[in-house]
């Protein structure tokens, strides 16, 4: 039996190119959906979609004169929520801080607004994304065609209440009206409030860096989300000194042991009952 004939040179190089050309188009290929992969995340990936599930984008309540016109948006159906969820991206994490005047988007089940909470900054064009408290890039423009699809006209109100029964009696008279959309359970319930100053060298971000050193501590002696409110109290008469207002029990606060910081005598605190709702108009 006759061998093969080889292949011409001319054959080969036509091979050559071809096999060169693949492998180009294959290596694009991988490098841009590694790109997408490194550079695009999902913003609803861990959040458990169910019948009674909403999502609502509104003004920050406390922050007076803060309107984000075009904005404000709400959405309660079932199958538009899956769209959402599975579209809605943000980017790179960003070295940058909140400025207050945020849109809020809370996740709402059984007209609860749940701890899971975003807010987006329009201007500067990043999302904060509360779960892990950072700042990443955000595409605004993914908000801005949302509003455009469920956009919302609503009322906020803030109610207060003698005890946690008649705060309960409250919700469950209005929890089936229509108009009623939502409301945040913003009770004190903390034992008390603890003031901590903290010396932070250098101008570089010395606000956040003792907020960080606080939230590390806490962290390291057990203490979850749910157990504290930690604030900034901004003091103009003491330069170089972060002041910080920690509401919690008084064995947490007792626990925080970091020489950096200058513990003011904690004071109990007395409880306040109180929701904030939101209505359609």
């Known amino acids: 039996m006759n061998p093969s004939p080889a292949a011409s040179p001319a054959r080969c190089m036509q091979l050559n190119s071809a096999m060169k050309k693949y492998f180009t188009f294959l290596t694009v290929f991988i490098i841009a959906n590694c790109a997408f992969s490194q550079s695009n995340n999902l913003v609803f990936e861990k959040i458990n979609l169910d019948s009674c599930t909403a999502l609502i984008g509104v003004n920050p309540f406390f922050e007076e004169g803060i309107d984000h016109k075009g904005l404000t948006f709400y959405i309660d159906n079932k199958e538009d929520l899956r769209k959402v969820f599975q579209s809605l991206t943000y980017s790179k994490k960003l070295d940058i801080g909140m400025t207050g005047d945020e849109l809020e988007i809370y996740v709402i089940r059984n007209k609860e607004i749940l701890p899971i909470q975003l807010a987006v900054n329009p201007k500067l064009n990043f999302i904060n994304i509360h779960i892990d408290e950072a700042n990443y890039s955000f595409d605004v423009s993914q908000l801005v065609r949302i509003a455009k699809d469920f956009p919302l006209t609503y009322k906020a109100n803030l109610k207060k209440f003698k005890n946690d029964q008649e705060l309960k009696a ?14 945040e359970n913003i009770s004190n319930d903390s034992e008390g409030i603890g003031v901590i100053t903290i010396k932070v060298e250098g101008n570089d971000k010395p606000v956040s860096k003792g907020w960080d050193m606080i939230k590390s501590e806490l962290k390291i002696i057990g203490a979850k989300d749910e157990d504290y409110i930690l604030s900034y109290s901004p003091s103009f008469d003491t330069p170089g000194l972060s002041k910080y207002v920690l509401r919690t029990s008084k064995v947490l606060f007792d626990k925080l042991t970091n020489p950096a910081f200058v513990k003011e005598k904690w004071t109990i605190n007395q409880k306040s009952f109180e929701i904030l709702t939101y209505w359609k108009k």
């Open 170 to 183: 409250y919700v469950k008279k209005y929890i089936s009206d229509p108009k009623f959309i939502c409301y």
